[in-house]
């Protein structure tokens, strides 16, 4: 756990400087431009090389020491940081440059996260995988709530060039690190040799498949992943208009405070998971909380009310720690150590896939369907306008309520399919149960 330890607050607070200076680069682009659109395209561009290059990090994680891995993902985005921050102070620094190296900096996090997940089943014993998934999240949820208010503070007193070098210094600490510890070596690998042909090509992608064909063979993984995926699509959804939602019956400093407790509770899911471990059924535990998720969701759709909103969304992103790290526990305990970074950039990949739609489809969805069905004299204004109330933002709420369905939906069908509800008993354990045997 020691070394756990070292690596994962060198990640924490690499990661927390990295998200302070991309909302730092969003101010500096919205303040110049105006537009939402190309605010939002930063975003985008930090997303997208995820799901691009995402089978390619993962085959790079399990043929090559994640230790190194980790390494050379730090310092490419640490130089793409670099670099924004040589263009800052020739004073040449211009839109389309950010985007580039915001997706450069974001492909590097591809290789990262994949070599950073599987590590964590190299170094943590199995007793402890539950309190270490929890601390993963945790980090995550931390530097997410802590970045932005941190960020508005210090772009009034060190400016945009100020906040880069901090990260700067974040991902020299992160790097450092990774030098002063080492990994246990992997397991011989137990997969079958590739087969040739293609010009060479056709054992990279039997290698770079194999996470698929994994999922694939085993229905009740991929049925995990899919339930997975409504759970990102709804993250979308509330992430792109949670806050349009809440700014049509309250004001701006009352949507930041719902967004921040959205945060906290993401945050408090984190610390419980870390204490508790999760439950012994890790299946039941991840249904359980997605069925939960999407019930509070959609809740939050039912009234203009902050005080409404904002409890839901506490208690329905309080529960996203408690599903991910279930589920993660199940695939570090099912899949062969040395096919860990390629199944978890598949799930990352899908998930990050599923969280871009919802984030793409959210604002149209509203603005052309969801809000003139519910506006005075609307469509629905004689039905379910009587129940949630018609005007602005009750299309928004309707939507939330339609999202928060879909994914209860997705929870009851897989607690439905005896693939997916027995899937630890069905499938072998592929991790040793004597701590420290992987090494």
């Known amino acids: ?182 990994f246990p070596p992997l397991p011989a690998s137990a997969e079958p040799a ?60 009352a949507a930041g405070a719902v967004s921040g407790i959205l945060g906290l509770g993401s945050v408090a899911g984190s610390v419980l998971m870390s204490i508790w471990k999760g439950p012994r059924r890790r299946i039941f535990g991840f249904l359980a909380y997605g069925l939960l998720h999407g019930l509070f969701v959609a809740a939050a759709g039912l009234r203009s009310s902050v005080a409404l909103v904002s409890g839901t969304m506490f208690l329905a992103f309080c529960g996203v720690p408690v599903a991910s790290v279930c589920s993660s526990l199940i695939w570090r305990t099912k899949v062969p150590l040395e096919m860990q970074g390629r199944i978890f950039a598949l799930n990352r990949m899908l998930v990050t896939l599923a969280l871009v739609v919802g984030l793409g489809l959210a604002g149209p969805l509203a603005d052309s369907i969801f809000e003139p069905l519910m506006a005075v004299g609307g469509p629905l204004a004689g039905s379910v306008g009587q129940l949630i109330g018609v005007g602005s933002g009750r299309g928004i709420g309707l939507l939330f309520i339609v999202t928060g369905a879909l994914v209860m939906l997705a929870t009851v069908a897989g607690w439905l399919s005896p693939r997916i509800r027995k899937v630890e008993e069905e499938l072998p354990d592929a991790l040793p149960a004597t701590p420290g045997a992987v090494a």
């Open 1 to 182: 756990m020691r070394t756990f330890f070292i690596v994962w607050l060198g990640q924490f607070i690499s990661q927390t400087g990295g998200r302070l200076s991309g909302f730092a680069l969003g101010v500096w682009v919205f303040q110049r431009t105006g537009s939402a659109t190309l605010f939002a395209l930063i975003a985008t561009f930090a997303l997208l090389p995820g799901v691009l290059v995402g089978p390619i990090a993962g085959l790079v994680a399990d043929k090559v020491d994640r230790r190194l891995v980790m390494i050379v993902s730090d310092s490419g985005a640490a130089l793409c940081t670099l670099a924004v921050a040589i263009l800052l102070a020739l004073g040449r620094l211009e839109l389309w440059q950010i985007y580039l190296t915001q997706g450069l900096a974001a492909a590097f996090s591809a290789f990262q996260a994949p070599a950073f997940a599987a590590a964590i089943t190299q170094l943590v014993p199995r007793e402890e995988l539950g309190r270490a998934a929890g601390l993963n999240q945790l980090a995550d949820g931390l530097s997410l709530v802590l970045a932005a208010p941190l960020a508005g503070l210090l772009l009034g007193s060190i400016g945009l060039a100020g906040i880069v070098a901090i990260d700067l210094i974040t991902f020299a600490f992160a790097v450092i690190t990774l030098f002063v510890v080492r």
């Open 194 to 253: 590739a087969s040739t042909g293609a010009g060479g090509w056709g054992p990279l992608l039997h290698d770079a498949s194999a996470g698929l064909r994994y999922n694939l063979a085993r229905p009740g993984l991929l049925g995990i992943n899919l339930v997975s995926a409504a759970i990102g699509l709804s993250t979308g959804v509330v992430s792109a208009l949670l806050t349009p939602m809440v700014l049509t019956f309250a004001s701006a400093s």
